[in-house]
């Protein structure tokens, strides 16, 4: 028996948008794209101010980052493990954060 295992789709996670940009509304505008693209409902939240733009993912959701990367017109090299996102403002647990850096900017 041969067993398929289906990668999650970007309308399964949970996903956020960080500003670490300290750019009001980047965050927020960020996430109504994404969510008219087909993401579903998606999280605008802060982080810490960051200097580049990435996009972190939990275990199985790197196919979504990259997805996300893509909508968003953020390099598709900048993914990252989520082990290593910036400190959120937020307690919530996250399969993918877009977080906004300072070279994203205005």
């Known amino acids: ?12 996670a949970e996903i956020a948008v960080a500003n ?10 960020a996430a109504e ?10 999280a605008a939240i802060n982080s ?5 733009t990435t996009v972190y993912y939990a275990e199985g959701f790197e196919s ?3 997805e996300v990367a893509a909508t968003l017109f953020i390099d598709p090299e ?4 989520m082990a290593n996102v910036p400190d959120l403002a937020t307690d919530e647990e996250f399969d993918v954060v ?6 994203i900017g205005p």
Request: aromatic share 2%.
């Open 48 to 52: 810490v101010p960051v200097d580049v």
């Open 33 to 42: 794209l994404l969510t008219d693209a087909g993401f579903g409902e998606v």
């Open 64 to 66: 979504v980052a990259a």
């Open 20 to 29: 670490g940009a300290g750019v009001p509304g980047i965050a927020g505008d």
């Open 1 to 12: 028996t041969t067993t398929t295992t289906v990668p999650p789709q970007p309308t399964d």
């Open 78 to 81: 900048a993914l990252d493990v």
């Open 98 to 103: 877009a977080v906004l850096g300072a070279d």
